[in-house]
């Protein structure tokens, strides 16, 4: 993990949700990215469970890329008293009226096929400077040259 979460000097970015997804399922994604020579920064979003087994693969199978983990966290990760309760609360509030109560409520609440378009504008928003960017997918994508 060449990068690890620091600032890079790369224009470049690819951003992809992996959240859920264990090192096995985007190790193919991740190898075609080293043997094309990817030289930016690869951003992957994947829940607080997955931090310390996604960083030992990175480190181990492909430290040639300047990679980011960025942690996303969502409701089942809460028990269930939590769950329970925030799903209650949800029902009662105006979020159709508020857009931005929505995108707070989908970001914690939403699958990640669906919130990650928001943790990829908080992102690009809290990193300004990258000419090229990416928005893929991780699992079944692969790259060549």
């Known amino acids: 993990m060449a990068g690890s979460g620091t600032e890079s000097n790369c224009k470049s970015v690819i951003l992809g949700a992996a959240a859920g997804y264990g090192p096995d ?5 991740l190898r075609s990215l080293v043997r094309v020579n990817f030289e930016g920064r690869l951003v992957l979003f994947v829940y ?3 931090m310390r087994a996604m960083a030992d693969f ?3 199978a492909t430290p040639s890329l300047d990679v980011e983990l960025v942690r996303v966290a969502h409701l089942d990760a809460h028990p269930k008293l939590v769950q329970s309760f925030f799903k209650r ?4 509030l105006p979020a159709e009226k508020s857009l931005r109560l929505k995108g707070i409520l989908l970001r914690f609440y939403g699958r990640p096929h669906v919130t990650r378009y928001f943790h990829y504008a908080a992102y690009l ?8 960017v990416l928005l893929t997918d991780v699992r079944d994508v692969v790259f060549q040259s």
Do not use: C, N, W
Not at 25 to 29: G, S, Y
Not at 125 to 132: L, N, R
């Open 48 to 50: 607080g469970r997955q």
């Open 125 to 132: 928003d809290a990193h300004p400077g990258f000419s090229q």
């Open 89 to 92: 609360l949800l029902v009662i």
């Open 25 to 29: 399922k985007v190790e193919l994604f």
């Open 58 to 60: 990175l480190r181990s």
